[in-house]
């Protein structure tokens, strides 16, 4: 069978349907793990709630409007300081986040008043900011606040503000997922096509699901302004509220995280025509590829030639050098999802190392369709993994390396194991040529850091324990 | 001098201070040993509590979710907590308390948890694991009430009204921290040790600081066991060190079962520490060991060393637990600095109310405001129009930004420190507190003179 039935799951079997093990001439028309369905409570899931999608992971990285969260105060705070999305507007996004701080009152009268008179005093507190976005939690949800009618209600008011409105309680879907879906379909009806952009190139592309970690965002525009492409809206990283609502005048839409916004490019083709191009920004071949797709689709060629061959020659001998020390090295990828299929053949065709377990804690059956597609037979496949499934992968694929959050980081290192940030990057940028360079190089000195050696050793033992 | 105390004067809060109630009930829990709390509310609930825990420790903690979707909203979510519960137990063989926590979303819907563990206990505990004893604890804390600091003493409290047992007198003191850090726990335990005390310590939380052991074996955990927290209810007395963070618990234990409640101070500084060692030894008939005496010799000295030289006059803002900024006021008066500005970041009306800050305004030479339901705009508003001075910031790392942007030196202190590298390790309480915070603080000051070639030259000899 190519589903596995981990020790810890004995008890809560259904879980056998979400872990897959990829066996010789298996192809994904015959297996593919169940996913994107509703998690076991107490089952110690890494997934977070719709609202963080909403919030944490697409809104949150617009750089010029204030975030007003309408509910308690824990909603605004736990979504803060959670993300390396930089800007150039002196990351005024990662600085600040408001709340209507619901208190039980509230709850019971309603919280509409207090959500007009937060909205009122936050742009009172920021006079430059003009731009807001207002989330509906849990609670306000439940009692049935119209965020919407107290939005119009200020605009009206102040006269030079615009409000958008994401209604997507943190109950509402299985993920995260839920919430990066809700923000794309509402901005598309509400927002794309208020703005009209000031247009200088004959090339113009919105960049979609790239949330600019790091800095990923500024390579992937740093090599848009060199191929002369004008970049309309950034969806979201670096992203400016008002460029994003002039996306449907972009010629192309280039999408790299296709789970979190393939939804809006799919929205900007269907009304507006705007033709879809997915990349991955990850390994060389990838973004030579990528860079050489956009080049094609406006005739401008030479220009995505030349810039490949700029990066190419300034990277690769220095990518070349950890690419000896990596072969043949074994690492989990365990993130939210794309990451899974966009890393595996990066990692294992361009450095020789050996993917042998993916988990993800928000993938669709389409992200499995692509990671199981890309990688090797024998490689465990996990939706919505959990810690006892993760103990008894380590103990299965005993892996060099994993790619997974801070606080499971925290958890394999108890065994001996280095982790690198997944989601925020240990030391990116990640994307482009100098960002897999970045990745290798971070790979490399946990790989080969001393201290794992140091960390086996048992000084009671004449042997070192070994 | 006076003591102005006003609340902030806006509906919403921009950059808050405070975290919401289930964060604190959650601190709680992962203090006890061989206990899951099972957060029953969206994922987010206590996911993202998880991760904070990890930014501050570096550490996991195992916190599960009840998952909660849409169709309880419109059916009730005790379901969740029923298959939640069973999996936990079915799946973790030495699990033996699992607190239930609510959310403002159970509590609107109006799940009724302690029917729920009832039936719980009744068809699914007794009938299938009739030979394990694991206790449900209901707590209930709707994130539109209070704030982590009420979630903290009302966890505090369920845990502890749920499993305090009368048994014989064990000649022992209970401790409860508070929302206080490992370093704080190891010092307190030290002080009783040095007084040749035996305690119970609600949370013991010093094996947070995990080791990576050769076997393997080392992971975060909480170590105050269902035992201890049952022989509560015998010891000699309580003390709880944060009157708004436990003190609620110490009072239950001292109605209940005649355990005496003493409630505070929090021993931040010299002389809360004086008053904590002297209620140590009136409660257990053991008098202060000479070793102590050293202890807060050698702290006088380190304060002496700094105070009229670098502290004199140096303006602080304090903001964090209420418990913590008044503890940290009180030291900054010993050692000549002058907490102009405190904030306390709920709506809690009590804070303002508190005895200590009355004595605050008697001893203090200046000006002193307070304000409460504070967020941290309500200090960055402040220093952006000038209308305080401020010298130093002590708080937690979600105000860096403020000092960050406005150059304003920063002592990190409390919870959540993630933009700095273990300072849970270090405590704030006992003489020793008191060293690190003279030395950090002067430190601090040392560095940010150097960097603006402020009379970075005194540095030379002093």
Redesign the interface.
């Known amino acids: 069978m190519p589903f596995v039935l981990f020790r810890c799951d004995e008890v809560i079997p259904e879980r056998e349907k979400h872990c897959y093990v990829k066996s010789p001439g298996e192809d994904i028309v015959t297996y593919l793990p169940a996913a994107n369905i509703a998690t076991i409570p107490g089952t110690l899931t890494e997934r977070g709630c719709a609202y963080c999608g909403a919030k944490l992971v697409i809104g949150g990285a617009i750089k010029d409007c204030i975030q007003m969260i309408h509910g308690p105060v824990g909603c605004a705070y736990n979504t803060w300081h959670t993300k390396r999305y930089l800007s150039d507007n002196n990351d005024f996004q990662l600085k600040h986040v408001c709340s209507t701080d619901m208190k039980e009152s509230h709850i019971v009268f309603g919280g509409m008043d207090r959500l007009k008179k937060s909205i009122k005093e936050a742009f009172a507190a920021y006079p430059e900011i003009k731009r807001m976005i207002v989330y509906i939690t849990c609670a306000t949800a439940l009692i049935g606040d119209d965020i919407d009618a107290i939005a119009r209600e200020v605009e009206e008011e102040l006269g030079d503000v615009d409000i958008f409105c994401v209604k997507c309680p943190g109950f509402a879907g299985v993920s995260q997922s839920k919430g990066h879906h809700e923000f794309n379909m509402e901005w598309m009806r509400d927002k794309v096509g208020e703005c009209e952009p000031e247009i200088w190139s004959p090339y113009t592309v919105n960049i979609i699901g790239e949330y600019n970690i790091q800095g990923d965002g500024f390579i992937m525009e740093n090599y848009m302004k060199r191929m002369g492409i004008q970049v309309i809206g950034h969806f979201t990283g670096n992203g400016s509220y008002d460029l994003l609502r002039g996306m449907h005048r972009a010629k192309l839409n280039v999408v790299i995280c296709a789970r979190s916004a393939g939804y809006i490019a799919n929205e900007l083709k269907r009304r507006y025509g705007i033709p879809r191009l997915d990349i991955d920004p990850w390994g060389f071949d990838y973004i030579a590829e990528g860079l050489r797709k956009i080049g094609t689709f406006f005739g401008i060629e030479d220009r995505a030639e030349k810039l490949i061959a700029e990066e190419t020659a300034k990277w690769r001998p220095k990518l070349d050098w950890y690419k000896e020390r990596l072969a043949g090295k074994k690492i989990c990828i365990w993130t939210g999802g794309p990451r899974l299929w966009h890393w595996v053949k990066a990692f294992e065709d361009e450095l020789g190392m050996r993917v042998v377990a993916m988990s993800c804690k928000f993938g669709h059956p389409d992200d499995f369709e692509k990671a199981i597609s890309r990688g090797r037979e024998g490689t465990i496949y996990i939706d919505d993994g959990n810690e006892l499934e993760f103990f008894e992968v380590i103990e299965k694929v005993k892996p060099d390396i994993i790619y997974t959050g801070p606080r499971v980081g925290d958890l394999v290192k108890k065994l001996h194991i280095p982790y690198l940030d997944g989601h925020g990057e240990h030391n990116g940028p990640y994307m482009g040529f100098e960002g897999f360079v970045h990745m290798a190089r971070d790979m490399y000195n946990a790989i080969y850091s001393k201290l794992w050696q140091l960390a086996k050793e048992d000084i009671r033992r004449k042997d070192n324990g070994r | 001098m006076s003591l102005i105390v006003e609340q902030k004067d806006?509906?919403?809060?921009?950059?808050?201070m405070?975290?919401?109630?289930?964060?604190g009930a959650q601190f709680v829990c992962i203090g006890v040993k061989d206990c899951?709390p099972?957060v029953h509310?969206?994922?987010?609930?206590c996911?993202?509590?998880?991760?904070?825990?990890?930014?501050h420790?570096?550490?996991?903690f195992?916190?599960?979710?009840?998952?909660?979707?849409?169709d309880?909203?419109v059916f009730g979510g005790v379901k969740?907590?029923e298959?939640?519960?069973?999996?936990?137990v079915?799946?973790h063989p030495s699990l033996r308390v699992i607190p239930i926590i609510t959310?403002?979303?159970t509590e609107?819907?109006g799940d009724d948890i302690e029917g729920t563990i009832g039936n719980i206990e009744r068809n699914f505990l007794q009938k299938e694991y009739p030979e394990r004893e694991v206790t449900i604890v209901p707590i209930h804390t709707?994130?539109?009430?209070g704030?982590?600091v009420k979630g903290y003493d009302t966890a505090m409290h369920a845990l502890v009204s749920t499993l305090a047992r009368k048994g014989q007198p064990n000649g022992k003191l209970n401790i409860i921290t508070g929302w206080l850090n490992p370093g704080d726990v190891k010092e307190i335990k030290h002080i009783l040790q040095e007084m040749g005390v035996k305690s119970i310590i609600l949370m013991d939380t010093e094996s947070f600081d995990?080791p990576?052991?050769?076997?393997?074996?080392?992971?975060?955990h909480g170590s105050t066991t269902v035992e201890d927290i049952a022989d509560t209810a015998n010891s000699l007395a309580t003390i709880a060190l944060c009157r708004y963070e436990g003190g609620t618990a110490a009072k239950f234990l001292e109605k209940k079962f005649g355990v005496p409640a003493v409630i505070g101070p929090t021993p931040i500084g010299i002389k809360n520490t004086d008053t904590f060692l002297r209620n140590i030894s009136q409660l257990t008939g053991k008098e202060i060991p000479d070793s102590l005496v050293v202890e807060r010799g050698r702290a006088i000295d380190a304060m002496v060393d700094l105070a009229h030289m670098f502290f004199a006059d140096k303006q602080v803002a304090i903001y964090g637990d209420p418990d913590l900024v008044i503890g940290l006021a009180q030291f900054c008066l010993e050692c000549e600095l002058k907490p102009v500005l405190l904030l306390f970041g709920d709506?809690d009306k009590s804070y303002v109310k508190d005895p200590r800050l009355t004595e605050l305004e008697r001893e203090a030479n200046f000006d002193i405001e307070v304000v409460w339901n504070a967020d941290l705009?309500e200090l960055e508003?402040r220093i952006k129009d000038g209308s305080v001075d401020i010298d130093l910031i002590m708080g937690h790392?979600?105000g860096r930004?403020i000092a960050i942007?406005y150059d304003i030196p920063m002592v990190r202190v409390g919870f959540p420190t993630?933009d700095r590298a273990g300072l849970w390790r270090h405590p704030v309480v006992g003489y020793n507190g008191a060293i690190w915070l003279a030395e950090t603080i002067a430190n601090t000051l040392f560095e940010d003179m150097e960097r603006k070639h402020d009379r970075e030259w005194i540095l030379n000899v002093w």
């Open positions: 806006r509906s919403g809060v921009i950059n808050p405070y975290n919401c109630q289930p964060c899951i099972l509310g969206g994922q987010g609930c996911t993202f509590v998880r991760l904070l825990f990890a930014q420790f570096k550490e996991n195992d916190i599960a979710s009840s998952s909660l979707h849409e309880a909203a969740r907590i298959e939640g519960v069973e999996v936990l079915r799946r959310t403002c979303s609107t819907i709707p994130s539109y009430s704030s982590h995990a990576i052991m050769p076997d393997r074996s080392g992971f975060a709506d705009w508003r790392s979600k930004y942007d993630f």
